[in-house]
């Protein structure tokens, strides 16, 4: 069976999880996943992102703006230092010696970047994550076996609706606060010209109001807002079975989050997006700050360094963990659903077919569940009601030639039944011994009339408007009759009625399913074998008074009812294609109905 049943899962849900009016909606499910702080995705909470430093030439780009506005503030300073020294020397006042001790200007010193700490450093806080549910599902891929189940590789893309909820909302938006500095030295002016990193002045200049001489941590802080798109992540799954016998259930382990191979996500900052919150009251000075901040949110090495960050929000261990028990969640949801939920404890165990593994077998059984329980829609008897071409409830056959017959010395040319129905047929269960997995579909025996009591047959209805109900056993034939004597012709036919009784039939079926989800589904009957020895079957005629005995006679013996009998099996098997068709239509309607409502 190899991945075929997982992926034929996969593939039905697939398309529910990225169908906006299905409550399997992906954004729906996520929107009810939870953050390891009891929050939701929308937004992810993420209490600090550090982007360390920005090592690179556009990390040294953004350090020597923030040294060049640190260097005006430097001389804005300097110049009111001197402003201050003049006023007390006019005033005959006292000067501190600091000012005194002031240069003629600054014209021996540059300004630059620390040698010791180089690189600006940016870092985020209180960082909230905006319109992570707004996703969509693609193929299942890379799935391979593992010993308790299977693994496999799903792409999520975000950013996927512009619609309804969605409107205004295709890209993540990430908002909090930022911190952006630079350590800067006041250094000796060589007068070569010198870029990059140096080493701080070993001349004293006191007396700078609001400056550290010669080095000095410049931080610049505010509100940010980025916007994210064409972000994609690779999410490795596992669905395994965990406990034993009758108390297994399928869960499923989110493994792995990543940013997808070949994923280009786009990290941008708006001017309007970024808030700076200084004492600097200088305009061109705020703006040469904002331009070194925008400079640095905004390159290519902030914007790997955002996307790990992301990545590694979302794949914490408790992320993963949560995100682990909303899929296992949704699992039993949706089989819960699709078939019927199963008290602990009363799922079926035993041999069910040739090496199925543990996902498959425990698929299996919750569906060898489902037919035996009575609220369910696979429930044997609510299958036989819900199959309308050919209906089976009653079913109904033209006519069944028996041919040449012969009884007390009587030659008849011909024997034929006409206008056959069968009654009883949802009185029929599928035991869970009798259902095994084949490959590519599973062998059944149906076995009829094993129901007593005449339960109701949920989901079905009546003329009078009630539900139908089993039907008590036997299985019942009923016809009319036509026997003929040699020779043909009709003043030597003998007509009449048959009624014909079958207490405990049995019906092997082999079903093989093809098609990439159940929306596609196709069930075709690979072998239909009636079981039924000729003694079980009693046959009762009304006639005429002069042959009734004879007529009798003539159905109960053995060689007849064998006749009688291949003659069903082989109207059956006639029409295979028909009940495939039947049970395709049938299997498809449930499926859709459950995972509907």
Known sequence: MGTTLVTFVYTTMRKRLNNPDSRYWLPTVLGQVKAPDGGTLNPLRAPMWRLDTLGSEHGAAVGDTIADSWWKVVGYAF??????????????????QELRDLPENLDAFISGRSEARPWPSLSFSSLDIHHLPNASVGELTGLTKTADGYRGTVRITLGSYTAGE???????????????????????????????????????????????????????????????????????????????????????????IGVAAGSRPTFSLAEEDLTIE?????????????????DAINHPD????????????????????????????????????????????ALPTGESGAGPGPVEQYLFDRLRYAMNSPSSDYYPPAVVHSVQDPGLAPLRIASLD?????????????????????????????????????????DVGLRFGRI??????????????????????????????????QPDDEDNVIQGDITATVMRPSLLMGLVFDGPDADALQISVR????????????????????????????????????????????????RKDEIAAGLTAATRDIIAANLTQ
């Open 452 to 485: 007593a009591g005449r339960p109701d047959i949920p989901g079905t209805r009546g003329t009078d408007g009630s539900p139908h109900r089993v039907p008590e056993p036997p299985l019942v034939l009923t016809g009319r009759f036509e026997a003929v004597f």
């Open 527 to 574: 072998s239909l074998d009636l079981e039924l020895p000729p003694e079980e079957l009693t046959v009762d005629v009304a006639t005429g008074e002069v042959f009734r005995e004879v007529i009798r006679t003539l159905f109960n013996s053995v060689d007849v009812k064998t006749k009688i009998l291949q003659e069903i099996h082989a109207r059956a098997a006639a």
């Open 79 to 96: 110049d009111a230092a001197v402003e201050r020294r003049n006023e007390l020397e006019e005033q005959g006042r006292d000067v501190p």
């Open 302 to 345: 902030a914007g790997a360094a955002f996307r790990a960050a992301l990545e590694a929000a979302l794949s914490a261990p408790r992320q993963r963990e949560e995100f682990s028990t909303a899929v296992t969640q949704q699992l039993a949801a949706v089989l819960d659903g699709v078939l019927i939920p199963v008290p602990d404890g």
């Open 166 to 256: 969605w409107a205004g909302k295709s890209r993540i938006r990430i908002t909090g606060r930022y911190r952006l500095s630079q350590e800067v030295v006041a250094a000796d002016d060589s007068g070569d010209d010198s870029t990059g990193p140096l080493p701080p002045t070993t001349t004293v200049v006191r007396g700078l109001e609001g400056v550290s001489w010669p080095t000095q941590v410049v931080e610049g802080k505010g509100r940010v807002a980025l916007t994210v798109k064409d972000l994609a992540f690779d999410v490795g799954v596992g669905l395994h079975v965990s406990g034993s016998g009758s108390r297994r259930t399928l869960a499923a382990r989110v493994d792995s």
């Open 278 to 294: 200084d004492e600097w009251t200088d305009r061109e000075l705020i703006e040469g700050w904002k331009g070194a901040a925008l």
């Open 402 to 442: 028996l041919g040449e017959q012969s009884v007390d010395d009587i030659e008849l040319s011909s024997v034929r039944l006409r206008d056959i129905t069968v009654e009883g047929i949802p009185n029929v269960l599928i035991p869970p011994e009798d259902a095994r997995l084949t490959d590519g579909g599973i």
